[in-house]
Nanobody, 118 residues
Framework: VQLQASGGGPVQAGESLMLSCEVSGGEIILLHMNWYRQAPGKQRELVAHITRSRRTEYGASVKGRFTISRDNTKNTVYLQMNSLKPEDTAVYYC?????????????WGLGTQVTVSS
């Protein structure tokens, strides 16, 4: 399974950004999907999780601002990020697994940088 994340970039605080993650080499309908992020000097943290049945889970710092969704017809998962804050600056990673949380994902993509300036 290969995961290709895109959509990152520089934005101003308060603006929105949508990340996309395209899945190839596997059936997305069989996968539980995740977005993680890692900021400089910090540990990687869960941003959002969506199961095969579309149940969602969010990290506390993004709840109410970010929305994860999936389009199985396009083999793609999305992360809509609204009301961005400078502390959202990080490399965002798409990850996938055959099992839902709390099991960790098995497949990881390369990250996409999101930089939020004040």
């Amino acid at each position: 399974v290969q995961l290709q994340a895109s959509g990152g970039g520089p934005v101003q605080a308060g603006e929105s950004l949508m990340l996309s993650c395209e899945v190839s080499g596997g059936e997305i309908i069989l996968l539980h999907m995740n977005w993680y992020r890692q900021a400089p000097g910090k540990q990687r943290e869960l941003v959002a999780h969506i199961t095969r049945s579309r149940r969602t889970e969010y990290g506390a710092s993004v709840k109410g601002r970010f929305t994860i969704s999936r389009d199985n017809t396009k083999n793609t998962v999305y992360l809509q990020m609204n009301s961005l804050k400078p502390e959202d600056t990080a490399v965002y990673y798409c990850a996938a697994g055959r099992f839902p949380r709390p099991r960790g994902p098995e497949y990881w993509g390369l990250g996409t940088q999101v930089t939020v300036s004040s």
